[in-house]
């Protein structure tokens, strides 16, 4: 299989060095783009920006394997994805391949395409999902935003890279290590990060930013997300100190930082802007 799917890496490459330009601007670390290998589903393949360091590659590829399985056993259903590493010029590519959903049954895009009862259904699901996932005890980041999930006979999540199943200050080393630009790396306080992070890691941040990506995605309601959240939440088993701090930062609709969206802006990055308010 994995032979299969390298074809498919070495046309990426040649056509990549050739045309230099991207073949999808979706993701923020990688532009996955479908695949069609003779005989098997249609597949999704990202390939990330390539390091000159081997064993910090294996270390990555090894905490990949076990993020999957830990979010499997927080109760997560994932599609069956796999890591390899791709070496050229002395240079390592991580490079994921996954079963791939249909554009329909991405759940950003059913929250633009559908209807008010939709949305909030989808809204439930996924702030179910993500209580079930803090109340599992399974220590490691999660990152439970709407263009993670698919759609299929209840919620899947494909978002596994960067892996984090890892302390926060490694996490953030990895983010700035395979961010998309060249950045001064000795420069840039890994504490500024934490803004970024943050969300993957406190309870609270988690669910505010859920809330906060469907608020942007269907401005027109706002306010009844911001209840409906607010009236799940509130039924919840979550514990009582991160539901109060939760539901005190939905009193109105959740903002990005200032450096999420001017980094965004930046790199050409689609999404939403924050509501005004």
Known sequence: MEQAFACFFDQWYKEKARNNKQISNLGFFSQPFRIYPDGMDMHVMKIYKPIRNHALAMEI???????????????????????????????????????????????????????????FSLLEAL??????????????????????????????????????????????????????????????????????????YQPALMLKGLVGSTCRLRPEWADDFLLHARTVLSSSALPKDILSQTLGMLNQPPRLSALWTGVRSLLGKEGKPNLKR
């Not at 990152?143 to 984090?164: E, I, K, S, V, Y």
């Open 127 to 200: 702030l179910k999902q993500t209580v079930d996932f803090l109340l599992s005890g399974v220590q490691v980041g999660f990152h439970p935003t709407l263009r993670n999930f698919a759609w299929r006979d209840g919620l899947w999540f494909f978002d596994t890279f960067p892996p984090m199943d890892m302390s926060q200050p490694a996490l953030n080393r990895i983010i700035l290590r395979f961010t998309p630009v060249s950045l001064p790396l000795n420069l840039i306080p890994l504490a500024w990060i934490n803004r970024v992070s943050d969300e993957y």
């Open 61 to 119: 590829s090894a905490n990949h394997t076990s993020y999957i399985g830990k979010l499997n056993l927080a109760g997560l259903r994932l599609p069956e994805t796999k890591l390899w590493i791709a070496e050229r010029n002395r240079r390592y590519y991580l490079v994921i391949v996954q079963p791939s959903f249909l554009d329909e049954e991405l759940v950003r895009n059913r929250m633009i395409n559908g209807d008010k009862a939709i949305c």
